[in-house]
Antibody
């Protein structure tokens, strides 16, 4: 069954760094791009970044540029989100989600279960 | 590229239709001629799930009471007969260009 499994919840102090993993199951990992999206408590969805899992090309949201790095380990069919210099407003649930490409005209068709991140002193 | 959804909240009656609008600040027509506008549904405590892609195509397993329409900058999601499981927040989203963006969301609740 096609799904994405994310790492567990995190509690971080301001200024620290975060690294979340997203492992894919049930499909060829390098055939589909991965996006990262977050949702602050009670708020809407915010796109953070994208990675072409085949060649490693990335694209990031300007708001987090300089603090974010998205990488992959293709041998482990896993994508990673790293966010540095954490602030309280980075507190959110973080989702990885697959770009379904030609299957669904680039819509985000598969979502991980989410990783809750709390940034607090 | 800003997506504006209306209404913010939609009290719905079971068995009755409901409609959500999404307006883009720019045309979502890609250079390849396609329009990469999709709709997502999120129930409380769950990740979003894809409902509609490319304006009007239902994703696998989505009931046919859901339909999407529109073109250019104006899009609509319609539920022909609201069921209890349809509660939650609906988001439009564009994947025509980076940065990808979402509408602010429309909360559907049963009256």
């Amino acid at each position: 069954q096609v799904h994405l499994l994310q790492s567990g919840p995190e509690v971080k102090k301001p200024g620290a760094s975060l690294k979340i993993s997203c492992k894919s199951f049930g499909y060829n990992f390098t055939n589909f791009a991965i996006n990262w999206v977050r949702q602050a408590p009670g708020q809407g969805l915010e796109w953070l970044g994208w990675i072409n899992t085949h060649n490693g090309n990335t694209n990031y949201e300007h708001k987090v540029m300089g603090r974010i790095t998205v990488t992959t380990d293709t041998s482990a069919s896993t994508a990673y989100l790293e966010l540095r210099s954490l602030r309280s407003d980075d507190t959110a649930t973080y989702y990885c989600t697959r770009d379904g490409l030609q299957l669904v005209d680039d819509a985000l068709d598969i979502w991980g279960q989410g990783t809750m991140v709390i940034v607090s002193s | 590229l800003v997506l504006t959804q209306t209404p913010l909240s939609s009290p719905a009656t079971l068995g009755q239709p409901a409609s959500i609008s999404c307006t883009s600040s720019q045309s979502l027509v890609h250079s390849d001629g396609k329009t990469y506008l999709s709709w997502l549904h999120q129930r409380p405590g769950q990740p979003p799930r894809l409902l509609i892609y490319n304006i009007s195509n239902r994703f696998s397993g989505v009931p046919d009471r859901f339909s999407g329409s529109g073109a250019g900058t104006d899009f609509t999601l319609k539920i022909s007969r609201v069921e209890a499981e349809d509660v939650g927040v609906y988001y439009c989203m564009q994947t025509s260009r980076f940065p990808l963006t979402f509408g602010g969301g429309t909360k559907v609740e049963i009256k």
